[in-house]
C-alpha cells in the first residue's frame, strides 16, 4: 500500500511551478479567479480584460500540464458584464486547441445557488476545463473514491416513500408519484 503524499503550498503558480520537474504531480485542481470580476481573494490577480485573463491562464494551463502527469482541472466560469456574457472559459480551450494543446471532456459543476441576479436566472453551475499532455490516457477509478451503495436496488431511499411517492410534493399541487 503507497502513502499519499499532500503538499499543500501558497503563492503564485507561474513562480512556484518552474522550479518543479516535469511529471512530478499527479493532479492539480484549482479556481482561478474569474476575468472582469476584480479581486476576488487576498493576492489574487487584479481585474483583468477577458483578453488579458485567456493569455494568462494560458501561462498558468502550460505551467500546470508540464509538471502534471494526470489532469490539470480549473473550477471557473465566465463573467457576465452589462448583461454580455464574457467567454473567457470557453476563450480559454479554443486558444489552448489552436496551440496545439490537449483538453479533455470538460464537464460542469452544480453548485446548488440561489438565484443571483435580478436580471437573469440564477447561475448555479461552472466549467470544469481539463488539460492534459497530448496523448495522455488518464484512467479514473471510482473505487480510489467512492463507497459501495449502501442499499441495493429497490432500497430505501430518502426522497420515496415505501409506496413510491415523493416524499417532498410539489409545491402546492400535493405528492407526485412521477
Not at 512556484?16 to 487576498?42: F, H, M
Not at 489574487?44 to 490539470?72: H, N
Not at 497530448?134 to 467512492?146: E, L, Q, S, V
Request: glycine content about 10%.
Amino acid at each position: 500500500m503507497t502513502q499519499a503524499l499532500v503538499d499543500l503550498r501558497c503563492g503564485d503558480l507561474l513562480d512556484i511551478l518552474p522550479t518543479w520537474p516535469e511529471n512530478s504531480l499527479d493532479l492539480i485542481i484549482g479556481s482561478p479567479p474569474y476575468a472582469e470580476k476584480g479581486q476576488r481573494y487576498p493576492g489574487a490577480v487584479k481585474k483583468m480584460s477577458t483578453e488579458a485573463w485567456v493569455d494568462w491562464m494560458l501561462q498558468v494551463t502550460a505551467a500546470s500540464v508540464r509538471v502534471c502527469r494526470g489532469m490539470v482541472l480549473w473550477v471557473v466560469n465566465g463573467a457576465v458584464r452589462d448583461g454580455r456574457y464574457l467567454p473567457a472559459c470557453e476563450g480559454l480551450v479554443w486558444e489552448w486547441y489552436k496551440r496545439g494543446g490537449w483538453s479533455d471532456r470538460s464537464c460542469i459543476w452544480h453548485k446548488n445557488a440561489p438565484p443571483n441576479r435580478r436580471d437573469w436566472f440564477g447561475n448555479d453551475w461552472e466549467f470544469v476545463l481539463a488539460f492534459k499532455k497530448p496523448g495522455a490516457t488518464i484512467h479514473f477509478d471510482w473505487r480510489a473514491i467512492a463507497e459501495p451503495p449502501r442499499y441495493k436496488a429497490g432500497g430505501r431511499f430518502r426522497q420515496r416513500s415505501a409506496n413510491g411517492e415523493r416524499r417532498l410534493g410539489w409545491p402546492g399541487r400535493g405528492t407526485c408519484s412521477a
